[in-house]
């Protein structure tokens, strides 16, 4: 055994032996304490840099209508199907049926999406049969409101032809149907399909604002592939920055994506597959979603997706299909195709430039590779039927062309029964009570540490407990966490779920961010997610909890921040409806110690425990930060009933005998909010 590892047990072995012989009554008795917490900082666990990460899937308008900024919905008329007639929703018209007739047909130039759009417009710009003021046309009211903002720029793309020549008026209307931004497209041949570009700058502003293409002269005229996106995405790529800044503000460690469900598909006709959403964006089919039911145009595709982990400086985690549905699955005697698919995938992303796939991603703009260094083989698919059998073959096939390559099993191996199969980690999923969340915090105490490493890849508390987004289910996560930390040795990487929601389109309850076309916040949950943003690379530190309540858990760890200043933080959940009076007590410091000044304390409360925040109160239940006075080794600390209450406790300059090196740097301060 390591020396400092038997450091560790002795002093650990001694203090509980103190603990129960003498010290215990006396610690909670002695002015009313609640417990007694006592943190050894003389040696720790280095907790693995990527413990805890965000997962992303596209339900709940996540991406299409969400972080993803393009403004319209249905972009490329396919929504409805490639039989025709077809349903454009959620297009309208400008005018009546005397006015003009829309139709779609086959026309599209693009192969991989034949859909197009026909506009007949039957009035003109004068005599008997005018066009009404304005002219008539159509209109794309995006994802429940376009938000359109005095003073930003917007670029309209869009594929039009006509045997004439074309005037069309391109718009952005108000809910009033004030016009908030307009630019023409004048142009005397377009017989041939034919790509227009306009800029629209806003005089003023809008939320429920929508897009208009409007004529006012006889004529027939086909669109296609029609996009506005603001010209202020993060850094050009395409994502909304609000909501960029949101994840990025959890500091996450990994993004797994795009699924989930969203990635098995209720059928496998109907599943996320990665070629046919990379490449030009109007050349992508776009599909219809039918586990969360809405289409998505594919804009946010695979490419997009490794390119928001390296934008957010974290690792991504693909999952990808392994010919399995909620409804179908590929026989293993016929999986090879799909095998192919995946390792042409790790070839897009990874491949050299000159690779036939990566030579695809240079085209899209990114010669150099991305870091991508672990894909999941599948999602909750270990039950059925040939999912053992296809595993393997996706294995064996991705460990002999990248060995490097750390892979996924879906399958729970932290019960009595190991994995009958190889993996590097293992999946472990939780969805349940706040008191039995709570209780979980140890649950992986008695995890053997032979097998493969945990990936509890996605946890929440869901139902009435819940609702959508409760003080009360923050706690109990919170509690789940720390026990994650303490067992950080065997529990590698951990994420919330499900990350976003559009409040007009909630698929799932509750979620970490909410917002709409024009507003963000953050649920409790996505900021109780705030305390644990210097976790991942930081040393716990074995922390004795003596109490009789079953309310209150503790934790601790030493962290060290962009400025080489180190802290103790130590984390207290009290789920119960008492205030708790705690005192704890820090060894372990040799020549070192708590600074008088520089600590701080960050409490997670309110005054209802099922309280949540809206759009009209969004931080009603959110972190507040203060000076911590009299911060020492000995020290009493009031806990408030139903809060997380973490404490940052400056240290002098200090030596921790650990495995490993510290090397995670992070902000001193969390911003009050």
Not at 566 to 584: D, F, H, P, Q, T
Not at 596 to 614: I, R
Request: proline content about 4%; hydrophobic content about 35%; charged content about 20%.
């Amino acid at each position: 055994m390591d020396s400092w590892k038997l450091h560790c047990v002795l002093l650990y072995v001694s203090v509980a032996a103190c603990c129960m012989q003498q010290c215990v009554g006396r610690w909670i008795t002695e002015s009313n304490y609640t417990g007694h917490l006592s943190v050894d900082a003389s040696c720790g666990q280095r907790i693995p840099d990527t413990l805890f990460g965000i997962f992303f899937e596209e339900i709940n308008h996540a991406g299409a209508g969400g972080l993803w900024a393009e403004l319209v919905s249905n972009r490329g008329f396919e929504a409805g199907g490639q039989t025709i007639p077809s349903n454009i929703n959620p297009w309208g018209i400008i005018g009546d049926e005397s006015s003009l007739l829309v139709s779609t047909d086959q026309s599209s130039p693009f192969d991989r999406n034949k859909i197009a759009l026909r506009v007949e417009v039957l009035c003109d710009n004068g005599g008997s049969k005018a066009c009404p003021t304005g002219g008539v046309g159509v209109y794309n009211p995006g994802y429940w409101g376009m938000n359109i903002v005095q003073g930003k720029t917007y670029k309209v793309v869009l594929y039009l032809r006509s045997p004439g020549p074309v005037d069309v008026s391109v718009s952005f209307t108000g809910s009033n149907c004030s016009t908030l931004a307009t630019a023409k497209i004048i142009t005397s041949d377009v017989s041939k399909w034919t790509k227009a570009e306009v800029l629209l700058e806003a005089k003023s502003g809008d939320p429920k604002a929508r897009l208009q293409l409007t004529m006012a002269k006889k004529g027939v005229i086909w669109f296609d592939q029609v996009s506005a996106m603001p010209l202020d995405t993060y850094k050009g790529h395409g994502f909304r920055n609000k909501l960029f800044q949101m994840l990025a503000d959890l500091e996450p460690r990994f993004l797994r994506f795009p699924g989930g469900c969203f990635v098995e598909g209720e059928f496998l006709r109907n599943a996320f597959r990665w070629k046919e959403t990379v490449g030009p964006w109007e050349e992508r089919p776009g599909h219809f979603g039918d586990v969360w039911f809405y289409w998505t145009d594919d804009g946010l595709g695979y490419f997009e997706y490794l390119q928001l982990a390296e934008d957010l400086g974290t690792a991504p985690v693909w999952v990808f299909n392994n010919g399995i549905s909620h409804q179908d699955e590929v026989d293993t005697t016929l999986i090879a195709p799909f095998v192919q698919e995946a390792l042409d995938g790790i070839e897009f992303a990874r491949g050299d430039r000159n690779s036939t796939w990566g030579s695809v991603r240079a085209a899209m703009g990114h010669p150099e590779p991305f870091d991508l260094k672990h894909v999941a083989v599948g999602n909750e698919d270990c039950r059925k039927k040939n999912y053992q059998g296809n595993y393997l073959k996706f294995y064996d096939a991705i460990k002999k062309a990248y060995p490097d390559i750390k892979i996924i099993s879906n399958c729970d191996g932290s019960s009595a029964k190991p994995l009958d199969h190889p993996a590097d980690y293992y999946e472990f999923h939780i969805y349940t009570s706040a008191s039995k969340l709570f209780s979980m915090n140890n649950k992986f105490d008695r995890t053997s540490r032979s097998r493969p490493k945990v990936f509890v890849s996605e946890y929440a508390v869901t139902g009435k407990d819940a609702g959508t987004g409760s003080l009360l289910a923050a706690l109990a996560e919170a509690s789940f966490l720390l026990g994650l930390e303490k067992n950080s040795d065997i529990v590698a990487m951990a994420s919330y779920a499900p990350l976003f929601v559009n409040a007009n389109d909630r698929r799932w309850n509750p979620d970490a961010i909410v917002f709409d076309s024009a507003h963000q916040y953050g649920t409790p949950s996505y900021w109780m997610q705030t305390f644990f943003t210097e976790s991942s690379g930081a040393i716990v530190h074995n922390a004795t909890f003596q109490t009789s309540s079953s309310s209150i858990v503790a934790s601790a760890i030493s962290w060290m921040n962009s400025e080489g200043k180190e802290y103790l933080r130590i984390k207290i959940v009290n789920i119960g409806s008492s205030e708790a009076k705690i005192k704890i007590g820090v060894t372990g410091l040799g020549l070192n110690s708590i600074k008088s000044s520089g600590s701080t304390k960050t409490v997670l409360t309110s005054s209802n425990v099922m309280d949540e925040n809206s759009f009209a109160n969004p931080k009603k239940v959110a972190p507040s930060q203060v000076a911590l006075d009299k911060a020492g080794k000995e020290m009493d600390v009031i806990v408030p009933p139903h809060s997380f209450t973490s404490l940052d406790l400056l240290k002098g300059s200090s030596i921790i005998k650990k495995k490993g090196s510290h090397s995670r740097s992070r902000s001193s301060s969390r911003s009050s909010v």
